[in-house]
């Protein structure tokens, strides 16, 4: 990397071991040194930035404090964990952070012993930490040995029902599990904060047998005319927070608030925690997102996820496109169909900006909802605002949407209820891999009766599906687009109501059909460019729809050719096993038609460039074209001699 900075306590860190060495005050140092080497690295290979900023101190604390990997740290969504793995012996592969074969942008296991438990995806810690804290007392066999349970969750993800459905199950359990609450939203006023600091000192220090009696002893400790008053503050601060009364009463000992950039509060209390804890405790830290890099800490996302970067500026490295984004298509269309239709509203969860509805919200903020990371919630909200007669837009990324959908199933699709379905991030990611690619959405919605699926092939059609979910109330409807920019076609001023189930003529050919469903037209298209120069011309069709099924379109393309391939960027059970159904159903087969359906396999693709990816996948146009010389036959192929 170039412009590295100067690391000299950091280059003796071949692993946590080596932190048990250091004095508290070159523990300090080397978070300031673990600082500028994470911006460094970010900032030559992109990811995310913010997150990992804002644990650097509590992470040197845990590794200098614990047995790492015998004792478990588990990183909620774990976009933060690049720190822990430049002091977990990964840092001479920082570079390849994200890229084709090289380090996840999350925590993985297969990566690491140091990585007992992967993520991406928000709220799952507490549950697995617990796990862990189970299986260590029912003596389970892991390879790293069994010590102690630490979960790191975001403020944002106790937003979660998952995490306090964990609360409550490790509360009545009672084992000894350690969850650190690392909350980067809220603040507290200097007197407030320097009052905390104290308490939490006085905590760590007080000789006394388990820390909820310590932290009642620190408050007698305190000069008469201060005791009452500290006591107030202390339940105020609770109350002002997240509520330590609440984690009381799920049957967690409650510490804190601490500052989160302190070292001296968070490594003697770490210390205490794990000297005498005995049941689940909750340790609150207040941190700042972006903690030490200003052009991070300033950002409206607190630098939360980045391109290649440069230090000094902190600009991005973009390359510019003429095209729109897809999400900023959306987005535009659904504001048109909103300035018609004060019904129409959008619910997105945790993801206004990923999605594009901060620009809804910014013109129609009383009906635009972000119901923080609660998947499940935000589609039953969806289907209440259905039924209460509004249109709603519920808007999530494909890998999120799957987290509500028992709520798709029970609380949309079998009352028929007309949420709109926006799924973002269809496909394939790129960076982030497989936790966040959009495999299963076609699988998973086009087996529900009632429901229409749609695929947009270029932004121009994504206007048109916007449009057509607007109109649509006779039931749920869906239509998944890609992330990143669009192909660059020709807008329309306005989208168009499409024809339900109905798909469209792309190019007449003779021999073979290709019925496309989404963004892979682009791709197909150009293998039939190769195609032509060795004297095949396909026919090509745009599906537009998964469910219901054109199937005029279909049968009229299987009568007429000698082979039909469908291709789509998702799983198997999606669009192509369903035209295998129609065409069985139908008899097709008998008459000796060639049927073959590209799809996604049946593997988990690591992270890439998207177009790796999809050459993995086998779905790019190079691919395209040999699947089509290849279902064709020998023939065709003799004449590429």
């Not at 009672?174 to 000192?201: C, H, Q």
Request: charged share 25%.
């Amino acid at each position: 990397m170039s412009d590295r900075p100067q690391t000299p306590l950091l280059d003796r860190v071949q692993g946590p071991a080596d932190l048990k060495h250091f004095s508290d005050a070159e523990l300090e140092q080397l978070a300031e040194e673990l600082r500028a080497e994470t911006i460094a690295a970010v900032s030559e290979t992109g990811g995310h930035l913010g997150a990992g900023l804002g644990v650097i101190e509590l992470t040197v604390a845990l590794h200098a404090i614990f047995d790492t990997p015998r004792d478990k740290i588990i990183w909620d969504v774990s976009h933060q964990c690049y720190p822990h793995k430049i002091l977990t012996g990964r840092r001479d592969r920082m570079n390849t952070l994200r890229q084709k074969d090289g380090l996840s942008g999350f925590t993985k296991r297969s990566e690491s012993p140091y990585d007992p438990f992967g993520a991406a995806h928000s709220s799952t810690s507490i549950s697995a930490a617990l796990g862990f804290a189970v299986a260590r007392d029912l003596g389970g066999v892991c390879d790293t040995g069994h010590g102690d349970a630490i979960a790191v969750i975001g403020d944002g993800a106790m937003s979660a029902g998952m995490a306090f459905e964990a609360m409550n199950n490790a509360g009545h359990l009672g084992k000894r599990l350690i969850v650190i609450l690392n909350d980067n939203e809220m603040s507290i006023a200097p007197p407030t904060g320097a009052l905390s600091s104290y308490l939490s000192r006085l905590y760590a220090e007080a000789p006394f047998q388990d820390l909820k009696a310590a932290a009642k002893g620190a408050v007698s400790m305190l000069p008469e005319p201060f005791r009452e008053g500290a006591k107030r503050a202390k339940e105020m601060l609770k109350g002002m927070t997240v509520g330590g009364t609440l984690f009381e009463e799920l049957g967690f000992s409650y510490l804190g608030p601490l500052d989160g950039h302190d070292l001296h509060q968070l490594l003697p209390v770490l210390r205490t925690v794990r000297q005498r804890a005995t049941g689940p405790i909750l340790l609150h830290v207040l941190t700042k997102k972006g903690k030490g890099y200003s052009h991070a800490e300033h950002a409206p996302d607190k630098g939360h996820a980045r391109a290649k970067f440069d230090v000094v500026t902190g600009k991005q490295k973009k390359a510019p496109s003429n095209a729109p984004s897809y999400t900023k298509v959306f987005a535009q269309a659904l504001l048109q169909e909103a300035a018609e239709d004060p019904r129409i509203c959008a619910v997105t969860a945790a993801m206004p900006d990923g999605t594009g509805l901060d620009l809804f919200a910014e013109r129609y903020p009383s009906r635009c909802f972000d119901v923080g990371i609660a998947e499940q919630h935000g589609v039953t909200f969806s289907a209440g605002l259905a039924a209460g007669g509004m249109r709603p837009f519920c808007a999530m990324y494909s890998t999120f949407l799957q987290r509500g959908y028992d709520q798709v199933v029970h609380d949309v699709a079998i009352q028929r209820l007309p949420v709109r379905f926006a799924i973002d991030r269809a496909g394939l990611v790129g960076a982030d891999g497989a936790t966040h690619a959009g495999s299963y959405d076609v699988a998973y919605l086009a087996n529900l009766p009632g429901f229409v699926v749609m695929a947009a092939a270029d932004e121009a059609e994504l206007k048109h599906m916007v449009a057509t979910a607007a109109a649509h109330d006779s039931g749920p409807i869906a239509f998944r687009y890609p992330r990143g920019e669009g192909m660059g076609v020709e807008m329309p001023e306005r989208g168009e109501v499409l024809e339900i189930g109905k798909g469209r003529m792309i190019r007449e050919g003779k021999g073979v059909a290709i019925l496309s469903f989404g963004t892979r037209l682009k791709e197909v298209l150009e293998a039939c460019e190769a195609l032509e120069a060795r004297g095949v011309s396909p026919t090509v069709a745009d599906a537009r729809f998964a469910k219901p099924l054109d199937r005029d379109l279909i049968l009229g393309l299987a009568r007429e050719h000698d082979a039909l391939i469908t291709i789509e960027e998702g799983a198997v059970g999606g669009f192509g096993s369903h035209v295998a159904q129609l065409l069985a159903e139908e008899g097709v087969f008998d008459t000796g038609l060639k049927y073959r359906s590209m799809v996604l396999p049946d593997i988990f693709i690591d992270q890439a460039s998207p177009r790796d990816m999809y050459a993995v996948a086998k779905l790019n146009a190079e691919d395209i074209e040999a699947k089509v010389l290849d279902t064709l036959g020998a023939a065709v192929l003799d004449k590429r001699a």
